[in-house]
Nanobody, 122 residues
């Protein structure tokens, strides 16, 4: 079965950086896109990054644009989310996910990681 395993979460002070990793195993179409979502308590799950495999286009919401960078290392079957200049409002559980396209809705992604906690203190 397809499995995505996240790692790299933790606690950091505002202004700091973290790099999350997503290891992928099992069969996934090589053209599948990779996305990252986050969910804070009491809030909806929101997409913070996506890499569309057909064109290598990337998508970031204004809240993280310029601070977060998604990359994929195909040789290692691993995706990464580099998060810089972190803010307290970035605190959430972060999930990697993959699907055929860069859908905005979490419900459109069939495969998910287990999530990793990111806590940013002021």
């Amino acid at each position: 079965q397809v499995q995505l395993v996240e790692s790299g979460g933790g606690s950091v002070q505002a202004g700091g950086s973290l790099r999350l990793s997503c290891a992928v195993s099992g069969y996934i179409d090589s053209s599948y896109s990779m996305a990252w979502f986050r969910q804070a308590p009491g809030k909806d799950r929101e997409r913070v990054a996506c890499l569309y495999s057909e064109t290598d286009a990337t998508y970031y919401p204004d809240s993280v644009k310029g601070r977060f960078t998604l990359s994929v290392d195909k040789a290692k079957n691993t995706g990464h989310l580099e998060m810089n200049r972190l803010k307290p409002e970035d605190s959430a559980v972060y999930y990697c996910a993959t699907s055929r396209n860069c859908y905005s809705s979490a419900s459109a992604y069939p495969y998910w990681g287990q999530g990793t906690q990111v806590t940013v203190s002021s």
